[in-house]
């Protein structure tokens, strides 16, 4: 991750809706939200038996496997998340 895709963003720059144009806007979002997730959840996050937790970080984890983390999203900011195993790939759809 490069330095410019570490800063925290704020809740104004989240809320700009060219933030999902770029794939760095779109990891910046996703930092956002696991923050306020992980802030708001005084919890070990749910991330099923079945899935290697030493072949990704927590945050990897959270994102593709975590349903209560995609609720909350959804809830909270309108946007759905769906991982596709078989591609590896990440479909975040904002309505």
Request: net charge negative; hydrophobic share 30%.
């Amino acid at each position: 991750m490069s330095s410019s895709t570490n800063k925290l963003i704020t809740d104004k720059e989240f809320n700009d809706i060219n933030i999902w144009e770029t794939e760095e806007g779109r990891i910046k979002g996703l930092l956002y939200m696991f923050r306020q997730y992980t802030n708001s959840h005084y919890k070990e996050i749910d991330i099923p038996k079945t899935v290697d937790r030493n072949n990704n970080d927590l945050f990897t984890n959270t994102i593709f496997y975590d349903d209560d983390f995609r609720r909350f999203v959804c809830d909270n900011y309108r946007i759905a998340l769906e991982y596709h195993e078989e591609e590896d790939e990440l479909s975040i759809m904002k309505f």
